[in-house]
Structure formats: C-alpha cells, structure tokens
C-alpha cells in the first residue's frame, strides 16, 4: 500500500479505516453526528457518558474524539486534561462540539488541548472538515502542539476574521487580530507576535473579548473623568517617588493614602477597600508580589485594581505582574500623562458604573470588572431602589434594595437555592454579570441596612474562609464535593483550577502529593483550592 500512496489516498474507501469516536451526552446530536460520520464512511463507536472514556480511547485507538461540553457525571474539559495528562491518550485529536462557540469558549477548550471546535447542531456536511482535520492531525500532529499551534491552525482551518482582546479597557490590553485566518498583529505589553500570542494564552482567568474588524486602537473609548470619589493606595518605600505619585494622583483629583511598606500596605489595603491600588515591586518587610499574592486572597482586597510600579522596563517582569492580577505596569521613571491615564483607564467600570446607577438609569454591571463588594456598596450608598439581577456559570442571583436597606437575596446555584445573606454570600464570590433595574419597591421598617448586611458577609467570608483554606491545605483528600457545582464549574474553570479538582478527587495523602500530583506550583494550588472552597464546589464538611 506504501508504494501507492498517491492513488489509493484518493479512494474514499479508506476513510472506512478511520475510526471516529463520538462522546455526546444528548441523543438527538449524538445521533445525528453519528448518522454522518457513519453516512461518510467512518467507522464510528458511540458513548453517551464518559465515565470509561480513557480505557475506551485506549483500547479502541479513534483518529477522531469527538467531546461535548456536559455529561451526567463530569464536564469535557475535565475529561480532555485527563486524556492530555496520560502519554498514551496525549496524542488523540479531540474536537470539542459545543453550543457555545464564541472566542472566549474557544479558547478555555483550546487551553485543554483541542484542535478544533464545531457548533452542534451540524447544519453541514462534516466529511471535507473531518477530512482535512484528520489529514492535518496524521501530516503535521498539530494535536500534540502548544495552544498557539493549535490557536493559529484552527483560525487557519475555520477562516477566522476579528481580534481577540484580552484584558480589554486596561493598560495590559492584549490583542491578536486575524484576517482571513491568518494572524495578522499581535500585541501584549512589549512583546509582539507569535510570542504575544503565547503569553496570551497563558492568563487562564482573564477576561476575553472578541471584536469584529482588526482595529488596532486600544479599544478603551474616551477616558471617564475619576471624579473625586476614586480612592488610591500607593505603596512604595522611596519618600521621593511616593510623594511625586501622590501629587499626581491628587492633583488629578483621587483621594490618594500612603503606604512606605509592604506591610503597611497590606494593612491599610484590607482595612478599607480601594479603588486602585499603585504597588512598587521592591518593598521592605513584604515585598510587591507578596503583597499582590496577599491582596488577591482576600475577599475585599481582591476587587481593587492594581498598578504595578517598577524601576525596570522589563518584559518578565511585566508579564509576570500580569499573571499575578495586576492590570498595568509602570515604569518609576515615567511620565506623568502614563500613570494618570492608566489610572483613569483601570477606575473607569466604576466611575461608569457610579454614575448610571446615580442617575437612576438601568445599569448594565460586570463583578469582574468594578467587584461585587463595591456594587452592592455603591447600591447602598446611593440608595437605589430596585433590584440587582446576576448570573454566572454557577447560577442566578437576585437582590432587592431600597433607600439603602436590604429587603431580600435570592441565589440559586444549580438545584440548591438560598436566600438572606448567604445569599449575598454567593453574590460576594461570584465572578459574573447582569443589570441592576430601578423600580418601586416596598421599604420594611425591619430590615437591616444593606451596607451592614456586605460588611457581616464580607467578616463572615474572612474568618471562614481562612478557617476552612488551613483546613483543606491540612487534608486536601478529606475534602466534599459537591458534583453538581463541580460540573457546572468545569466549564468555566483555568485548567490549574480543573487539575486541582481532579487531584481532590484522588484522595491526596497531604498537600505535597496533591501538589505533585497535578505538577502545580504550591501557591497555583493554595489560590485554586481557594477559589474551589468559595464557590463551594468543594467543601470541609458535608
Ligand atoms: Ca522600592
């Protein structure tokens, strides 16, 4: 047959050869996928669930797998990293069928190890995709290369045409634009190109955009005015640079606190929340990544957007500030017009959030963006009445507020539902968007005021929040799941997050076999057994 390639590669028999292996959860598009696998001559094996997926991919060898996004017991992206994480199932290529394909979705399943993503349902004949996929996969093994590879090939393939934003409307705005499927301009920070697009890839957790056309203007739009409302920590130990990033910032009209160490810092930053927080790397007593690593833990802290400040122009380090939750990096030695615009870009969700809600008009809000604590502080203090309606991966939620009082809390994540302040709880620890929408509504006499309901949530969150990290950090293998939240969480999840959560679920004998186990940093897997804990998708006790 070797000495024939060239002609029998054209006989479309051998197709009958290629094994395709289609793992959906709803029958209709299992089905349906099958029909045309099976219609085009593949030889096709079909699952429902994927509970044997990896012994079934080891002892049937498909070309193909084809995942879905959620099965009754588990989510694809969790079944992918295990396929990825065992050297004999790494090299399967695995397309991703979802519902869901917008660029962001596209790039959580790239991140895992896809090479290719489809909408189900098909509307198309799949037999010239699937062909050339699997050409590409045999020719050139894009499968097993790094998330650029596989970023670059299937923009290629599918003819992708816009830019993918990442970090959009701050100062580390990245950007990769493509035109036609080819990657016409990459962006991030100082790097450009296919190193951009690299780093890009890197920040699992940070907000992505995808923009229509390949403008390269930084998308943030007119700068808001800060207003006189936008506080400032600054941190740094140099009284010079301090005092001369002090009178800026003041004379720009924030409300700007000092700090000449770490330590300092850190105290006056978990005291009370600002609206940004300006950290100089090298600090003494507790350094700036210290200090960000500490501000990222806490429940309050972690709303408050931070500028790094740094004596060198150094790209590691800028990347680095990135990865650890900063939005801007500046140079000491910069100009003026560098600090304020970054502080104007990084305050501007909040200003523009303060001032639709003050003038009573329906207001679109992004935790991600201005925080949950701020928002519902923000209904408080400017005693909006009506009511805030959310939704993230995990579920809905709902808050009514009048003249600054709490009146009622609703959270529904999954099959559970709670109301009152763990409602508010929820809210606190949720990542994601909705709308706060005015209307009449009955005040109570009794009701507490909604700015004491934040602040014994956001107490409550602290202490039990380290109570019960120390705990699980002590005994990770004794932890509870709660199956439901965790598959709703998959799909969402850093691949850090969902290693973690499949570690846990291997009963780890301490830390350090948990830590080993998922080859993770021990401060990658403290922060996501954290995030785990807060959204209770896993728990200390049952
Ligand atoms: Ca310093």
């Known amino acids: 047959m070797a000495s024939d390639d060239s002609r029998t590669g054209e006989i ?98 790239l991140r895992v190890g896809v ?140 409300q700007v606190t000092s700090a000449a160490d770490g330590v300092e810092g850190l105290q006056k930053a978990l005291a009370k929340s600002f609206d940004l927080i300006v950290v100089d790397l090298g600090l003494p007593r507790l350094d700036g990544w210290g200090l960000l690593r500490q501000l990222r833990e806490d429940v309050v802290a972690r709303e408050s957007a931070v500028l790094v400040l740094s004596a060198h122009d150094d790209e590691v380090d800028t990347l680095k500030a990135a990865r650890a939750g900063a939005r801007a990096y500046l140079k000491k030695s910069g100009r003026a017009k560098e600090l304020l615009s970054a502080a104007a870009l990084l305050s501007g969700p909040r200003v523009a959030t303060w001032s639709s809600l003050e003038a009573c008009r329906e207001t679109k809000v992004e935790l991600r963006a201005v925080g949950p604590v701020w928002l519902l502080r923000a209904l408080a203090e400017l005693d909006c009445a009506g009511r805030l309606e959310l939704e993230d991966a995990l579920g809905r939620y709902e808050v009514t507020v009048a003249k600054g009082q709490f009146l009622e809390a609703v959270a529904q994540t999954g099959s559970l539902r709670v109301t009152g302040p763990v409602a508010v709880e929820a809210i606190v620890s949720s990542r994601g968007e909705g709308r706060f929408v005015f209307a009449e509504v009955k005040v109570s006499p009794a009701a507490p005021w909604l700015y004491d309901v934040v602040d014994v949530v956001c107490d409550g969150l602290r ?50 076999a948990l830590a080993a186990g998922v080859a993770l940093e021990a401060d990658d897997v403290t922060s996501a057994l954290a995030e785990l804990l807060r959204r209770g998708v896993l728990s200390v006790e049952p």
């Open 463 to 512: 202490k039990d929040h380290a109570r019960l990290l120390a705990r699980a950090l002590q005994d990770p293998g004794r932890l509870y799941f709660n199956e439901e939240l965790a598959q709703l969480f998959a799909r969402l999840a850093t691949p850090g997050e969902l290693k973690v959560l499949e570690g846990v679920r291997q009963a780890p004998t301490s830390f350090d």
């Open 12 to 109: 479309p028999t051998l197709d009958l050869q290629r094994r395709v292996f289609v793992a959906i959860a709803e029958d209709a598009l299992r089905r349906d996928l099958v029909g045309r696998f099976e219609r085009c001559g593949y030889a096709v094996r079909a699952e429902a669930t994927i509970d044997q997926l990896h012994e079934q991919v080891l002892a049937w060898r498909p070309e193909l797998l084809v995942l879905g996004e959620t099965y009754p017991r588990g989510s694809g992206r969790q079944a992918m990293l295990k396929l990825r994480s065992s050297g004999a199932t790494f090299s399967v290529p695995v397309v991703a069928a979802l519902e869901d394909v917008s660029v962001p979705n596209i790039l959580r399943w």
């Open 115 to 254: 090479v290719e993503v489809w909408r189900l349902p098909w509307s198309r004949d799949p037999a010239p995709r699937v062909k050339t996929l699997l050409d590409e996969c045999t020719e050139t093994l894009v499968q097993t290369a790094g998330p650029r590879t596989r970023l670059l090939a299937f923009a290629r393939r599918s003819g992708l045409e816009g830019t993918v934003v990442i970090y959009p409307d701050t100062p580390f705005e990245a950007r990769a634009s493509f035109v036609a499927g080819e990657l016409r301009d990459a962006r991030f920070g100082p790097l450009e190109g296919v190193p951009a697009v690299d780093q890009m890839l890197e920040l699992d957790d940070a907000p992505v955009r995808w923009v229509d056309g390949t403008s390269t203007e930084p998308l943030a739009r007119a700068l808001p005015r800060p207003g006189g409302r936008t506080t400032v920590l600054g941190v740094e130990d140099e009284a010079s640079v301090r005092e001369l990033v002090s009178r800026r910032l003041a004379t720009a009209g924030y």
